[in-house]
């Protein structure tokens, strides 16, 4: 019997890669934990999309609510360079992660942001391994980001909704170019 893997996943088109990875070793449960997901509409469409993939595929899926305000409360108030923000954000939705593993019996966790060039490697894998030192729960990660192009494809022959922004106001395209 393979060891439970607890996959923090923030949209189905990410989810793509690191499932077929981590599949080999693992059994895989997913965690949508997304608070940063604006606005509300927004997050409703990328949990459906996630958990209908979810359901063809047999995947558990664990989702604790939307809280926003968890964003707010810990996020929304930096407004410092985007590096600052990310970080916090990275943080809040992988504790959650972390703390769920732990209280569920999972051997270890890990994050879909892993497989974006969009987003900061670096903290992801600092913030993951310093929640593992917290709560003894291994933090499973390898820089997946050269899988970034394969998962946009298979995305797209599945027919996934793929947004084009982050998550928060600021990622918006119409707040800035560039994002996702
Ligand atoms: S850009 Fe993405 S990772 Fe960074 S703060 Fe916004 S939602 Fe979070």
Redesign the pocket.
């Known amino acids: 019997m393979k060891p439970r893997l607890l996959l923090h996943t923030c949209c189905a088109p990410c989810l793509l890669e690191p499932l077929d990875l981590w599949s080999g070793t693992f059994e895989v449960e997913v965690f949508f934990y997304n608070p ?2 604006q606005p509300a509409a927004e997050y409703e469409r990328r949990s459906q999309t996630l958990r209908k993939f979810a359901e063809a595929n047999s995947i558990v899926v664990h989702e604790p609510g939307y809280g926003p305000e968890h964003w707010t409360d810990a ?1 929304g108030r930096i407004s410092s360079a ?1 590096t600052d ?2 970080k ?3 943080i809040l939705r992988l504790t959650r992660a972390a703390e769920f593993a732990g209280a569920s019996a999972f051997e270890a966790f890990a994050t879909t942001l892993a497989v974006s060039p969009y ?1 900061n490697q670096e903290s992801i894998a600092e913030a993951g391994e310093a929640l593992s030192e917290r709560t003894g729960i291994p933090f499973v990660y390898r820089d997946m980001t050269d899988r970034y192009r394969s998962s946009v494809e298979q995305s797209r022959a599945l027919g996934l909704y793929r947004q084009n922004y ?3 106001i ?2 918006m395209p119409q707040s800035r170019k560039n ?1 996702r």
């Open positions: 940063n997901i996020v985007d923000r990310c916090e954000c990275y987003q982050c998550g928060c600021p990622s994002t």
